[in-house]
């Protein structure tokens, strides 16, 4: 089978395209035919060896060989599945979460029965049901879990043209906020289009600058820090940044000391969310946002661009024939 693969940490230049055996499904396991995946900033961070910290699980000098194929979304059709398998069969639409061990950009990938994997939207293609996976989940998991938003609030995204941005909008709004979107002029129409009720263009307007206006500061590009976004939360704000690890002690301290709070997180299972968000696609509350399609021959080219930092929504490759799939 034909497998993007990087045997060195590096820029987009490390990734080859190679043939490899296709892998075979244990008894709790399916084996999915890959239609379609995504380039992420997270994937672009793993190819780099960045941070060096996580090098403890991606590899110390090169990447250990479960990690040297990327893809942590995919999309595509169950081809068999293992002896113990209840919840899927062959010929299943299926979209889903690789997690740490990747490889979703290769032409087939095995993933366990339990793991973060569900059925298929109906009426999407491959493409943007690949794209509707760890962006919406992650944005659902801190909304929803970390800072429980309802009516009545007023929540700032920061990076709200991105992959989790245009997700968190969307979801807030669902959730009876009031929306301030950052980001740059050029993405202020689509932030618009997506349900906004404010829009503040960070290249000439500092929102941190602001006191006592965003019961939550969801920092999806963890661009800004608590220290920097502290003024403007309200007495009883929150915080939400999507990475960063020094972010776990300053969370302790201002759980401690009271009033307004840190509240990281790790989104890691999401097959429950993945239901859920099925249900909003399939009733049109949820917009999907590709910016640009690759087939997956242009695998480097993909990264290229999304190292660029400035994608909008999406990026997604296509793997079955290189070419955008049709619609189910």
Known sequence: MKAVVHNSFGPPEVLTIVDVEPPTPRADEVLIKVHATTVTAAEILMRRGRPLWGRSVLGVTRPRKKVRTPGLELAGEVVTVGASVRRFAPGDQVFGFTGIGVGACAEYKCMPESASLEHKPVDITYEDAAAAVDGASTALYFLRERADVGKGHHVLINGASGS?????????????????????????????????????????????????????????????????CRRALTPTGCYLPTKGLWNWPIAGWTVLRGGRTVRPGMSVEKRASLAF??????????????????????????HRYVETGHKRGNVTVSVVSGVRQALS
């Open 277 to 302: 968000l099925k249900e909003l696609i399939e009733s049109g509350q949820l917009r999907i946002i590709v910016d640009r399609n690759y087939p997956i021959d242009d695998i480097v080219e993909a």
């Open 164 to 228: 989790i941005g245009t997700y968190a909008l969307q979801l807030a709004k669902l959730f009876g906020a009031e929306v301030t979107a950052v980001c740059s002029s050029r993405n202020a129409e689509l932030v618009t289009e997506l349900g906004a009720d404010h829009v503040i263009d960070y290249t000439v307007d500092d929102f941190t600058t602001r006191r006592n206006t965003y019961d939550v500061v969801f920092d999806t590009v963890t661009a800004s820090t608590y220290r920097k």
